[in-house]
């Protein structure tokens, strides 16, 4: 075989295995973006309307994602790309969103981990054995636990081509103190006593335990980038719980961590580095500290006001937010003048509409197509 066949071949073997795969975005020849509203918005540049899009979008208050769910466990559907991806279209087919979010959940890190996680209708999230003691860190099994999630990198990069370009891919990840919340505790928790008991007891172990998760949300944040997530959320779901203070300690450290650290890592790569939002519920009291992590977005919840929260983080971060989601079970008129009101406070630089925590289960189809069009005619 001559020099030019054997070039001409490994040239076809290249083209037919680029889809598969999943090292880098450097290697994936995904769709032009159409739509980069969102990106723009998140850099601070002129965007053409104000984007929106709503945490869980992708889920329980649409009547075909519970058809699916009737047919497939809910963790099967996290860790199967194909219905992944179905799920993560399904409110794409329905409003004009400016983004989409890829269909999984925070609690794959502590599976990953080694822990069991249960899905209980009418519970939530169940850990039957979770983590009571310092002693019990030894059960969790951070060595291969990149490779246990490497669904969701299949999923992610199965979604861009399924977008054709539509809009942008949003992946996330749980935060640090959240997540531990969850595993010790067993599941949700309207208090987060025994994971609270664990920062006043067991300072030196819940800084390891800390540092540990926040080691393996790094890995995975850096293989959805390079899966081809175009931005990044953290959520630190159970901020809450903790006063300022104790935010300042046990959050905000680690935060910061996960950051810049992949950030580093992305930059000595040659990756580009996608635009972060850090939403923290219940964290108002720290605006101005969480400005100063070097996220690019900072995501408030329904109790923040719009032009105070401007306010103590400048005019170089980008807001998303709030509106409360059990507004979204008002008369239609109501919710568009909440919602026009709204924009207006924030503003049309630097700002990405959305709501101030996840859709609640029964929302109204109707009121996400009111909230989608009064935010895009607002301004």
Not at 58 to 81: I, N, S
Not at 201 to 216: G, V, Y
């Amino acid at each position: 075989m001559s020099v030019g066949l054997r070039l001409l071949c490994f040239c076809i073997f290249l083209l037919k295995n680029v889809k598969t795969d999943r090292i880098g975005v450097e290697f994936q020849p995904f769709p032009v973006l159409k739509n980069d509203n969102l990106l723009r918005a998140a850099r601070g540049e002129v965007v053409d309307r104000v984007p929106v899009w709503v945490m869980r979008q992708a889920g329980r208050y649409l009547p075909e994602f519970q058809e699916l769910r009737k047919l497939h466990d809910f963790f099967t559907v996290c860790r199967t790309p194909e219905l992944a991806c179905e799920v993560t279209m399904q409110p794409l087919r329905r409003f004009d969103l400016d983004a989409s979010i890829i269909f999984s959940d925070i609690l794959v890190i502590p599976q990953a981990l080694g822990l069991t996680v249960e899905m209980h209708a009418g519970v939530g999230p169940v850990l039957p054995q979770p983590i009571v003691v310092p002693e019990d860190l030894k059960r969790l099994t951070p060595d291969g636990a990149l490779s246990r999630l490497s669904y969701v990198g299949d999923a992610i990069t199965m979604m861009r081509h399924k977008l054709e370009g539509r809009v942008p891919l949003i992946g996330f990840t749980g935060a640090p103190w959240t997540l531990m919340g969850y595993m010790i505790e067993g599941g949700g928790s309207k208090t987060m006593s025994k994971a609270k008991a664990w920062l006043n007891e067991h300072p030196e172990d819940s800084k390891l335990f800390l540092n540990l998760l926040t080691d393996a949300i790094v890995d995975y944040l850096e293989m959805q980038v390079k899966a081809g997530a175009q931005m990044l959320q953290v959520f630190e779901s159970s901020a809450e719980h903790l006063s300022k203070e104790q935010f300042l300690q046990w959050g905000v450290p680690y935060l910061k961590r996960i950051r810049d650290e992949l950030v580093d890592r992305l930059t000595k790569k040659a990756i580009p580095v996608v635009p972060m939002t850090l939403f923290a519920k219940g964290a108002g009291h720290s605006l101005k500290e969480q400005s100063e992590l070097g996220y690019d977005v900072i995501g408030l919840d329904w109790t923040v006001d719009p032009l105070e929260a401007r306010t103590l983080v400048g005019p170089n971060i980008t807001l998303q937010g709030n509106l409360d989601p059990q507004d979204m079970y008002r008369d239609p008129d109501e919710l568009r003048n909440l919602t026009t009101e709204m924009v207006h406070k924030f503003g049309k630089s630097r700002y990405i509409a959305n709501l101030g925590h996840g859709i609640t289960p029964q929302t109204p189809i109707t009121s996400m197509e009111v909230l989608v069009e009064a935010v895009h005619k607002a301004l």
